[in-house]
């Protein structure tokens, strides 16, 4: 009973944290309220034996680590002077530091603790209060990135920040309303207002289902009479079936191409498709919405640009001060303008082999947080 209602008390502040992020960090400046990710700046110590090593915690419930397996890299790393430490849920971290640097799969404990998990709860408590009594240690995908990240519709105001900052014109996010309450006038009213155009893609705000989120897609005028709301509209682009996943670490990024949802017309006579990301964007995806397999490029196919992809990449990382990101972009037909659909923070990294992940986190870390360490700093 204690459990559950527990469980219940710590979801429901959590969700108030995120209602409250959602206030303060969309109305006005986002970036205001970020740091970049911190980056050494002092040259390094000549000798490597001036050099004390560096901690790195990581963290990562066991799905992940089967698929990013950290205890495999332990060896190289350590020739390097870095030390990977597995970071234990049940026990606190203040008996498990110092640590220099720590990596982190937050949404996995917090839906750890959705089901009730005491263990996940009480370590998220602690990891917060141990990152604000240690300001030094840096935290490859901070929390505040996180708190915007987790959920679809703050991810697209990151994504929107970011276009802004860019200032180029190719490079876009969808038009986007928020339905709330129905009636097709109504509705038209909004979504003329934010400028979504039929056919639109209304998405529904998940909560912890980031892999799952429900989506329906709407043809034209018809379909507002029975959609589900709440939901977000947003414009849907024609880009042959393309979705290009972007996996960031530190300034290496991979692009890999994945089936998404075919092109499609307005149309008055079809009605609205219900469907989830899980069934059109897996690496297998058939589903009768994907184009093909890999998509079906046409003569309107455009490739996916790779400064355009490097670009996004690097303010992604600026306003989140992240380094351990994961963007969806789809390259819209005939233009070829790169549309940012959808940002999650330290993604499955899926398609990314286990070798390549592991070098590309070893030069982030060696160049990044493990360059500044001096061997006079006090450990805490
Ligand atoms: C928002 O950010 C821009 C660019 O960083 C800055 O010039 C502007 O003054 C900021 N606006 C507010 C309201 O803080
Ligand atoms: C999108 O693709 C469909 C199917 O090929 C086509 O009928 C429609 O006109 C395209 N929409 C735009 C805006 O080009
Ligand atoms: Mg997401």
Not at 26 to 37: C, G, K, L, R, W
Not at 106 to 112: Q, S
Not at 208 to 233: I, K, S, Y
Not at 282 to 290: F, Q, R
């Amino acid at each position: 009973m204690w459990r559950n209602d527990a469980a219940l008390m710590f979801l429901f502040l959590i969700f108030s944290m995120v209602v409250i992020s959602d206030v303060y960090f969309f109305e006005s400046n986002i970036t205001a309220y970020f740091s970049p990710t911190k980056v050494c700046t002092k040259a390094p110590p000549s000798g490597l034996q001036n050099k004390r090593r560096c901690r790195v915690g990581y963290l990562l419930l066991e799905d992940k680590e089967k698929r990013i397996p950290f205890y495999t890299f332990k060896e190289e790393y350590r020739d390097d002077g870095i030390d990977l430490i597995k970071v234990h849920v049940n026990s606190c971290l203040a008996d498990q530091g110092p640590f220099d640097v720590l990596v982190h799969d937050f949404t996995d404990i917090v839906r750890g603790a959705k089901d009730g998990d005491e263990k996940a709860e009480l370590f998220l408590a602690d990891l917060e209060e141990y990152i604000s009594r240690h300001p030094r240690m840096v935290v490859m995908n901070p929390l505040s990135s996180w708190k915007l990240l987790h959920d679809r519709l703050g991810a697209q105001k990151v994504a929107k920040e970011v276009v802004k900052l860019l200032n180029d014109p190719d490079i876009t996010v969808p038009n986007r309303a928020y339905l709330e309450t129905s009636g097709v006038e109504n509705i038209m009213e909004n979504l003329d207002a934010s400028g979504v155009t039929f056919p639109f893609v209304c998405k529904s705000s998940s909560f912890l289902e980031d892999d799952n989120h429900r989506m329906t897609l709407v043809f034209g005028r018809r379909g507002l009479e029975d959609l589900d709301l709440p939901c977000a509209a947003e414009s849907f682009t024609n880009h042959s079936g393309i979705l290009h996943k972007l996996y960031v670490i530190g300034e290496t990024n991979f692009v890999y191409g994945r089936p998404s949802l075919r092109n499609f017309a307005t149309s008055d006579d079809l009605p609205n498709v219900q469907f989830s990301t899980s069934q059109v964007a897996k690496a297998h995806s058939v589903s009768p919405l994907n184009a093909g397999k890999h998509g079906e490029p046409t003569s309107q196919t455009r490739p996916v640009s790779a400064d355009k992809i490097s670009r996004i990449s690097e303010m992604t990382r600026r306003v989140l001060g992240s380094s351990l990101v994961g963007i969806d972009v789809i390259v819209q037909d005939g233009t070829g303008k790169h549309v940012i659909i959808d940002m999650n923070d330290f993604p499955g990294y899926h398609e990314v082999g286990t070798g390549e992940f592991q070098t590309a986190l070893l030069q982030l870390l060696k160049t990044g947080p493990c360059s500044c360490l001096d061997s006079k700093e006090k450990k805490t």
